[in-house]
């Protein structure tokens, strides 16, 4: 099954918290879609590091971070999951 929407909008979810994959989510999507969807999600993470958020903003840096863990965590996920279906990405 395709992607619906964007797969960077779809990355941006998983970064806000308003979608969690499993193992059993991820079976939908095709070799294709995977790669695509690890490509957005290391995009995503990329534009969330650069952003400049200065030390006294301590809420704003814990909501980065919790962002850079939820994606750290979805590319884990992926990754384990291709890695056990023989899934080369």
């Given at each position: 099954?395709?992607?619906?929407?964007?797969?960077?909008?779809?990355?941006?979810?998983?970064?806000?918290?308003?979608?969690?994959?499993?193992?059993?989510?991820?079976?939908?999507?095709?070799?294709?879609?995977?790669?695509?969807?690890?490509?957005?999600?290391?995009l995503v993470a990329r534009d969330l590091r650069a952003e400049q958020i200065?030390?006294?903003?301590?809420?704003?840096?814990?909501?980065?971070?919790?962002?850079?863990?939820?994606?750290?965590?979805?590319?884990?996920l992926i990754r384990s999951y291709c890695r056990k279906r023989r899934i080369?990405?």
């Amino acid at each position: 099954m395709a992607i619906t929407g964007s797969p960077k909008k779809m990355a941006r979810d998983i970064a806000d918290g308003f979608l969690i994959l499993t193992q059993s989510s991820l079976r939908r999507y095709t070799p294709a879609d995977l790669k695509t969807i690890l490509g957005n999600i290391a995009l995503v993470a990329r534009d969330l590091r650069a952003e400049q958020i200065p030390l006294e903003n301590v809420m704003a840096l814990k909501a980065r971070n919790m962002k850079l863990s939820r994606l750290n965590q979805a590319e884990t996920l992926i990754r384990s999951y291709c890695r056990k279906r023989r899934i080369p990405v």
